[in-house]
């Protein structure tokens, strides 16, 4: 059975940076790619950044590319979220994610293709 953890949320004002970590367990870690996510209030889940399972290929929604940098240790099995000049609008509870897909070539965006889920971690931008 695989477990993802995340941690790192927090209320920070923008402009700020949080580093977000996920842990998993279980077997073949460094076999799936592995993806953010977030959901705001209101609003429907939404792909932040995945990083492909050899961790040499990322991929970001446009609303982050050149503020949020993913990376993964597969020796430690962790993924985590460099996330820096946050704005507002970053406000939102984010879930890391495994590829249902094992060394699947591409970084999928659509979360029907995750099938393990973290309980997720809130952050809270105050403007």
């Known amino acids: 059975q695989v477990q993802l953890v995340e941690s790192g949320g927090g209320l920070v004002q923008a402009g700020d940076s949080l580093r977000l970590s996920c842990a998993a367990s279980?077997?073949?870690?460094?076999?799936?790619?592995m993806g953010w996510f977030r959901q705001a209030p209101g609003k429907e889940r939404e792909f932040v950044a995945g990083?492909?399972?050899?961790?040499?290929?990322?991929y970001y929604a446009d609303a982050v590319k050149g503020r949020f940098t993913i990376s993964r240790d597969n020796t430690k099995n962790t993924v985590d979220l460099q996330m820096n000049s946050l704005k507002p609008e970053d406000t939102a509870v984010y879930y890391c994610?495994?590829?249902?897909?094992?060394?699947?070539?591409?970084?999928?965006?659509?979360?029907?293709?995750?099938?393990?889920w973290g309980q997720g971690t809130r952050v809270i931008v105050s403007s």
């Open positions: 279980g077997r073949a870690f460094g076999i799936y790619n």
């Open positions: 990083i492909k399972w050899s961790g040499g290929v990322t």
């Open positions: 994610a495994r590829d249902r897909r094992q060394t699947r070539s591409v970084i999928i965006t659509t979360d029907r293709e995750y099938d393990y």
